[in-house]
């Protein structure tokens, strides 16, 4: 860790959102696209900071958000401009449907961008409308029609399930109509109810429970796989081959740079964040808020737990003895498996993954 040759992803943070969707907890603003500009100068700041000494080479850049579709290109065309990037880069920008004409699309296929991800959450309208989605079933898939008429190869959506009033009926439909779409990548998360958001203050009614939540995974996963997507994370499924790299450095317990209002980092064996207050970080970019020196033991225990949420696990040859005891409890029950010293997740165990990362971390 802390080598340059070790430091070959960057994730970028836009908050600027032209409104909050209920379920959503990020470090998102609506009605604040006055501080763009600004935002700019301080992002082009920080990364410049951070950047000139060490001069490296990166293979991922991941611009999210809030919705950086609602920022003009040339933003991001300077921005890129100020990183060393490989002649494979995967990079990738978070698209709202409904926010991205294509010659929009055109213009982030020019400056760089080779790989969307694109907010659909669900192709029914009333649920989008239950979300406070601002995009229609039909905005999604003109969205995607248009990304491939602007050249991206590199297509993955994300989408919820578990929403108030859904039933796996709509579900599958919902996955049927994304494997119509000839998408590379689909992501599937359950609904999560957290606090300071629409839904925290108000719990929504009709939730499904818990077996119904659990049916619609079980569901995802059929589905996906009986259609030629891998199953490679527990909410992550791709084409052969169109595993996200950058999320990939995440889970693998890789370093980073995180730039932008609330992002985090992971540099020279130090976790970061940047201040969660827009003005005090367009004022001083390049002050971390927070930062911690992870012990030996801490990185070990990340590494397990980021690592355990990928199907093919994780080398565990270095540390095994450490938790025999709670790998045999688990290897007994049938929720993890061993072998060649990579330790995995079973089917039945993601359904209970919560508890068992727990427990590896606690010992």
């Not at 859904?166 to 119509?180: F, N, R, V």
């Not at 005891?325 to 060649?340: M, P």
Request: negative net charge; charged residues 25%.
């Amino acid at each position: 860790m802390g080598s340059t040759e070790l430091l070959k992803s960057i994730y970028i943070h836009i908050p600027f959102c032209t409104t909050k969707c209920n379920y959503c907890n990020f470090i998102s603003f609506p009605r604040k696209q006055a501080f763009i500009e600004s935002y700019f100068v301080a992002l082009e700041k920080e990364i410049s900071f951070n950047l000139k000494e060490r001069n490296p080479s990166f293979n991922t850049v991941y611009i999210g958000g809030g919705t950086p579709s609602i920022t003009d290109g040339f933003y991001y065309e300077k921005l890129l401009c100020l990183i060393n990037l490989f002649a494979d880069a995967e990079i990738t920008i978070e698209v709202n449907p409904g926010t991205a004409s294509l010659q929009y699309l055109e213009k982030l296929r020019e400056i760089g961008f080779n790989r969307l991800s694109i907010g659909v959450q669900s192709f029914n309208n009333g649920l989008l409308s239950c979300l406070n989605r601002q995009h229609s079933a039909e905005d999604a898939v003109n969205t995607v029609k248009q990304a491939r008429e602007a050249g991206f190869a590199n297509i993955g959506i994300d989408l919820m399930y578990g929403l108030p009033g859904q039933g796996l009926p709509d579900w599958e439909k919902t996955l049927h109509k994304a494997i119509s779409l000839d998408l590379e990548h689909i992501s599937a998360y359950g609904l999560k109810i957290e606090a300071g958001t629409k839904f925290g203050e108000t719990l929504p009614q009709n939730l499904p429970d818990e077996d119904e939540t659990v049916r619609m995974y079980l569901k995802t996963i059929e589905i996906l796989e009986n259609n030629g997507f891998i199953h490679y994370e527990i909410s992550n499924f791709c084409k052969p081959g169109h595993e996200s790299k950058h999320n990939l450095a995440y889970w693998n317990n890789r370093e980073y740079f995180g730039f932008g209002l609330g992002a985090h980092g992971y540099v020279d064996g130090v976790r970061y964040s940047n201040s969660e207050v827009l003005e005090d970080y367009i004022a001083r970019p390049t002050r971390r808020a927070r930062q911690k020196r992870l012990s030996k033991a801490e990185i070990e225990e990340e590494g397990i737990f980021l690592g355990l949420r990928l199907r093919n696990g994780l080398d565990i040859s270095g540390f095994k003895g450490k938790y025999s005891d709670i790998i045999d409890k688990y290897t007994l029950l049938g929720l993890v498996c061993l072998k060649n010293n990579r330790l995995a997740l079973t089917p039945e165990g993601i359904l209970l993954s919560n508890n068992i990362l727990a427990e590896f971390i606690k010992g």
